[in-house]
C-alpha cells in the first residue's frame, strides 16, 4: 500500500470546514466539509493549512490537530512539500498560489474555477500543463446513487419531455451545480436562453454573483427550465424530469430523490397519467459523496481512474454559465461549441 498522500488546505472557512458545525448538515452528510473527509480518509495525510485568518489557523490548530498553519504558501514551501492540495479560496488567487507548490500532483477545487471563464480556462490549462489532476467539487457526481441513476435514467423514465429546475445563492454558486447536475444526468447542453437580465443578490457568497431566468436545450432533445428562487424564503437546488415512462422528482438539494410510474388516467377513460400520488423514494445516497470524490481522485492517482468530476468537465458547466450571461445581455439564444 502506498504512503498516504502529503495534504494541505488553502483556505480553511466555511466550505473547508466550518460548515460541518450545523447540526443538520452533520445529519444529512457524514462528511460535509473538506476538513471532515480529510480527518478520516487513510489515503491523504492532512498535515498543513494555509489562511489569512488567525482565527481559522487557531481552529485548524486546535480542532483538528493540524501541525503546519501559516498564513501564506511562501511560508509553506519552506517548510512542507505537498503532493495534494485542497483550494477553496477565490478563484482569481489561486495560479499564484500553486506557483509556490513544485511537488503537487493533484487539486481538488472548488467551484466556480473562475468567475470569467478565460480565468477558468487558465486554470485548468495551467494545471495541464504542469501534469496536475483536477478534481471539482461539483460533489453530486461522487453520490453513489446519483451516479446509479445517471447510468440507468432514461430506462426507467424513458427519453425526457421536459425538466424543471430551481437554484438559488446566485448563478456561479448554486446555478453552476444544478448545471452540472443536469449534464450528469440528462447529458450535454446544446444551446442556452436567458429570460431577464442579470438580477444582482444583496449578499452573495461570491462577490458580482447574480441570479437569471434561463432554458437549457439538451443534446438528448429535452428542455429544462431553470428558475432562481430567494432564498430568503427558503432553499432548493431542485430537479423535476418528465420522461416518456414516468416522473423523476429530486427536491431538499438532492437529499429526497422520488420516482412516479404511469397509470391509467383517473379522470378520463382510456388515457394515462403520471402517478404523482404513488411514487417511490429514491435512495440518492448523497451522504458520503464528498469522501466518495476523494476516494475518485487516490484510485486516480493509484491506478488511473477516470475521474468523475474532472476539470474539463467543470469547464463545460462553467461554459454553460457563461453562455447564460451572455444571452442575458444580447437577449439572444447562446450555442455552445
Given at each position: 500500500?502506498?504512503?498516504?498522500?502529503?495534504?494541505?488546505?488553502?483556505?480553511?472557512?466555511?466550505?473547508?470546514?466550518?460548515?460541518?458545525?450545523?447540526?443538520?448538515?452533520?445529519?444529512?452528510?457524514?462528511?460535509?466539509?473538506?476538513?471532515?473527509?480529510?480527518?478520516?480518509h487513510p489515503a491523504f495525510s492532512w498535515e498543513a493549512v494555509v489562511d489569512l485568518s488567525d482565527k481559522a489557523?487557531?481552529?485548524?490548530?486546535?480542532?483538528?490537530?493540524?501541525?503546519?498553519c501559516v498564513r501564506d504558501v511562501e511560508e509553506l514551501a519552506s517548510r512542507y512539500d505537498p503532493e495534494i492540495?485542497?483550494?477553496?479560496?477565490?478563484?482569481?488567487?489561486?495560479?499564484?498560489?500553486?506557483?509556490?507548490?513544485?511537488?503537487?500532483?493533484?487539486?481538488?477545487?472548488?467551484?466556480?474555477?473562475?468567475?470569467?471563464?478565460?480565468?477558468?480556462?487558465?486554470?485548468?490549462?495551467?494545471?495541464?500543463?504542469?501534469?496536475?489532476?483536477?478534481?471539482?467539487?461539483?460533489?453530486?457526481?461522487?453520490?453513489?446513487?446519483?451516479?446509479?441513476?445517471?447510468?440507468?435514467?432514461?430506462?426507467?423514465?424513458?427519453?425526457?419531455?421536459?425538466?424543471?429546475?430551481?437554484?438559488?445563492?446566485?448563478?456561479?454558486?448554486?446555478?453552476?451545480?444544478?448545471?452540472?447536475?443536469?449534464?450528469?444526468?440528462?447529458?450535454?447542453?446544446?444551446?442556452?436562453?436567458?429570460?431577464?437580465?442579470?438580477?444582482?443578490?444583496?449578499?452573495?457568497?461570491?462577490?458580482?454573483?447574480?441570479?437569471?431566468?434561463?432554458?437549457?436545450?439538451?443534446?438528448?432533445?429535452?428542455?429544462?427550465?431553470?428558475?432562481?428562487?430567494?432564498?430568503?424564503?427558503?432553499?432548493?437546488?431542485?430537479?423535476?424530469?418528465?420522461?416518456?415512462?414516468?416522473?423523476?422528482?429530486?427536491?431538499?438539494?438532492?437529499?429526497?430523490?422520488?420516482?412516479?410510474?404511469?397509470?391509467?388516467?383517473?379522470?378520463?377513460?382510456?388515457?394515462?397519467?403520471?402517478?404523482?400520488?404513488?411514487?417511490?423514494?429514491?435512495?440518492?445516497?448523497?451522504?458520503?459523496?464528498?469522501?466518495?470524490?476523494?476516494?475518485?481522485?487516490?484510485?486516480?492517482?493509484?491506478?488511473?481512474?477516470?475521474?468523475?468530476?474532472?476539470?474539463?468537465?467543470?469547464?463545460?458547466?462553467?461554459?454553460?454559465?457563461?453562455?447564460?450571461?451572455?444571452?442575458?445581455?444580447?437577449?439572444?439564444?447562446?450555442?455552445?461549441?
Open positions: 500500500m502506498s504512503a498516504p498522500l502529503r495534504t494541505v488546505v488553502i483556505g480553511f472557512g466555511g466550505i473547508a470546514a466550518g460548515l460541518g458545525e450545523d447540526p443538520l448538515m452533520a445529519q444529512a452528510f457524514a462528511y460535509p466539509t473538506h476538513a471532515s473527509v480529510l480527518a478520516k489557523l487557531e481552529q485548524a490548530s486546535e480542532n483538528w490537530q493540524i501541525p503546519i492540495a485542497v483550494i477553496t479560496i477565490p478563484s482569481d488567487l489561486r495560479l499564484a498560489e500553486l506557483n509556490h507548490l513544485k511537488s503537487l500532483r493533484a487539486v481538488i477545487a472548488e467551484k466556480p474555477l473562475g468567475m470569467k471563464l478565460m480565468h477558468a480556462e487558465q486554470f485548468v490549462q495551467t494545471c495541464e500543463q504542469r501534469n496536475l489532476v483536477v478534481q471539482v467539487n461539483y460533489w453530486r457526481r461522487g453520490a453513489v446513487g446519483l451516479r446509479d441513476l445517471a447510468a440507468s435514467l432514461f430506462s426507467h423514465t424513458g427519453r425526457p419531455q421536459a425538466a424543471f429546475a430551481t437554484y438559488g445563492g446566485g448563478l456561479f454558486n448554486n446555478g453552476s451545480h444544478i448545471i452540472d447536475f443536469v449534464r450528469m444526468l440528462l447529458g450535454e447542453v446544446i444551446s442556452v436562453q436567458a429570460y431577464g437580465p442579470p438580477c444582482a443578490l444583496d449578499n452573495p457568497a461570491l462577490k458580482g454573483d447574480v441570479h437569471i431566468p434561463f432554458l437549457l436545450c439538451l443534446e438528448c432533445g429535452a428542455n429544462v427550465f431553470v428558475a432562481p428562487l430567494e432564498y430568503e424564503n427558503y432553499r432548493e437546488v431542485g430537479l423535476d424530469i418528465w420522461g416518456e415512462r414516468g416522473r423523476l422528482t429530486l427536491f431538499q438539494e438532492t437529499l429526497l430523490g422520488r420516482h412516479y410510474p404511469i397509470a391509467e388516467n383517473r379522470g378520463l377513460t382510456g388515457e394515462r397519467e403520471i402517478a404523482t400520488d404513488a411514487g417511490a423514494a429514491v435512495d440518492t445516497r448523497v451522504s458520503n459523496a464528498l469522501y466518495d470524490l476523494y476516494d475518485n481522485l487516490a484510485a486516480n492517482l493509484s491506478i488511473g481512474a477516470d475521474l468523475w468530476s474532472s476539470g474539463s468537465s467543470a469547464l463545460q458547466s462553467e461554459a454553460v454559465v457563461d453562455a447564460v450571461l451572455r444571452s442575458a445581455e444580447c437577449r439572444q439564444s447562446v450555442a455552445l461549441h
